[in-house]
């Protein structure tokens, strides 16, 4: 799986839009880029994912550039109970089902404020 | 959303004991990977499994394995436990409309 590089935090005013970016240059043409959120030592909570075209879902929305060297998860109003880390990966294509390897990086640690 | 089940929640063992942590991921998840997290490593993967084979492994000792059954369910076994297994082990299960859902972990406390 290609690198990925966040931020390692932001803050959010609650009822706002969070805008979290994700770098991932080295990213190959048949990579999807997901976005999970893990909230203290739950589970990470799968968000949302896209291979070129943008994306939404009743959580988020994800903007992939042209060049799909980077995007950007859109929480379009953010409550306190998004505070969470952010984690953006990158992952080959299923191919018959297979999962590969997930590498995670830090991710960002978006916090909500009232 | 997700529903995939990991069992037990929590587990508490001592040093050179051995444990088995369950996975049942929901239908139509055919692939199920295990991931262990630390505080000072983060999410690291183990292994995958897809119909019953192991297709990519982790750089973990032989001491951790795993095993698919016909219906998903996967397994993973840690046979005599160290101080340093303790952790959050995480069941990932895929569909093939590539949607990915984590369980929600089972907590292993090595004594």
């Known amino acids: 799986d290609a690198k990925t590089t966040q931020p390692p935090s932001m803050d959010c005013a609650e009822g706002r839009a969070a805008n979290l970016p994700c770098n991932h240059s080295?990213?190959?043409?048949?990579?999807?880029v997901y976005w999970y959120r893990q909230i203290h030592s739950q589970g990470p909570q799968y968000i949302i994912h896209?291979?070129?075209n943008n994306e939404t879902n009743e959580m988020a929305s994800l903007i992939i550039t042209e060049d799909r060297k980077s995007s950007t998860l859109i929480l379009p109003h953010a409550t306190l109970r998004d505070t969470a880390v952010y984690y953006c990966?990158?992952?080959?294509?299923?191919?018959?089902?297979?999962?590969?390897?997930?590498?995670f990086g830090k991710g960002t640690l978006l916090t909500v404020n009232p | 959303k997700a529903g995939v089940t990991q069992t037990p929640r929590y587990l508490i063992k001592t040093r050179g004991q051995q444990v088995t942590l369950s996975c049942s991921p929901i239908s139509g998840h055919r692939s199920v990977s295990w991931y262990q997290q630390t505080p000072g490593q983060g999410l690291q993967f183990l292994f995958e499994y897809f119909s019953e084979t192991q297709r990519n492994k982790g750089n973990f000792p032989g001491r951790f394995s795993g095993r698919q059954f016909s219906n998903s369910r996967s397994e993973m076994n840690v046979s005599t436990l160290e101080l340093g297994d303790s952790a959050l082990y995480l069941c990932?299960?895929?569909?093939?409309?590539?949607?990915?859902?984590f369980g929600p972990g089972t907590r292993l406390t090595v004594l």
């Open positions: 990966i990158v992952r080959s294509s299923n191919s018959g089902g297979s999962n590969y390897k997930l590498t």
């Open positions: 990932l299960g895929t569909r093939d409309n590539n949607e990915q859902f």
């Open positions: 896209g291979l070129k």
């Open positions: 080295t990213i190959s043409g048949n990579e999807y």
